[in-house]
């Protein structure tokens, strides 16, 4: 990995990954799309390290939306329980590394039980690491969590002339999570697809054609470089 080029006082505080492009991985080769999600792992990994190497804080990445489940049963059945091992192999490595592991989506009844106390094991196992806070978005959906913060607004009672945009930011998923500075999706798509709607109000937006499971610590290197000669205004001049 070639920091040189990095300038390590403005690296993003926080970077967002959709991880896209598994299936369109594993048909290019002849194998089934499940293949694709799990050569991504090994992808997601070097990505956290990568991400610990150049000094980030935080790292988001988006592992299963509220819209996947419309996938076939067989390969959302795959996924479920693919991220549950995946976080068993990885947990120790990851506390070891001083990863505070966290998770953001809803927790309704079609995510198996046992794989929510798998999450809150994660995080309870690593809930004092500082070195990076690494959050796994699933069964993940932006409008969801705007809807989830207005129902616990309305559920506390706050009435409406004291809704404001700190009132929904506080009631969202991670009320410590800092907005994105930097988004990035791969495969080529140019879309957010329901990612992180309220907090990347105002992210820098990265598109490579790189398929996820052929990313590596270069291709995040290559983002923070040009995220870095972005100039960001934030509608001031
Ligand atoms: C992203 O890869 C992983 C998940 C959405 C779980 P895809 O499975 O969307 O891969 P493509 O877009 O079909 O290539
Ligand atoms: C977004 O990718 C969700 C994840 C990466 C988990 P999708 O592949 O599901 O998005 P669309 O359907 O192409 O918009
Ligand atoms: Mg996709």
Redesign the pocket.
């Known amino acids: 990995m070639d920091l040189e080029a990095i300038d390590p006082r403005r690296v993003p505080a926080h970077i967002a990954c959709v991880?896209?492009?598994?299936?369109?991985?594993a048909?290019k080769r002849g194998l089934p799309?499940t293949a694709?999600?799990a050569a991504?792992e090994e992808a997601l990994y070097e990505v956290v390290n990568a991400a610990i190497d150049l000094g980030i804080k935080w790292l988001t990445v988006?592992?299963?939306?509220t819209e996947?489940w419309k996938?076939p049963p067989d390969?959302v059945r795959w996924?479920l329980n693919f991220n549950e091992q995946s976080l068993l192999r990885r947990q120790a490595e990851l506390h070891e590394r001083g990863v505070r592991i966290r998770f953001a989506g809803r927790r309704d009844r079609k995510v198996p039980r046992r794989l929510v106390r798998r999450m809150d094991d994660a995080s309870a196992l690593t809930a004092d690491n500082r070195t990076l806070t690494f959050t796994i978005a699933f069964n993940y959906g932006g409008r969801a969590e705007i809807v989830d913060a207005v129902r616990k607004l309305v559920a506390d009672g706050v009435p409406a002339n004291r809704i404001d945009e700190r009132a929904i930011a506080r009631h969202l998923y991670d009320p410590d999570m800092p907005d994105p500075d930097l988004v990035i999706r791969t495969?080529g798509?140019h879309r957010i697809s329901n990612f992180l709607l309220w907090e990347l109000a105002y992210s820098e937006l990265f598109f490579t054609e790189v398929?996820?499971p052929d990313f590596r610590g270069e291709h995040l290197v290559e983002a923070v470089r040009e995220y870095q000669q972005r100039e960001r205004r934030f509608g001031a001049i």
């Open positions: 991880m896209d492009g598994n299936g369109r991985w048909e799309r694709g999600h991504g988006y592992a299963f939306s996947n996938r390969e996924l495969s798509e398929l996820w």
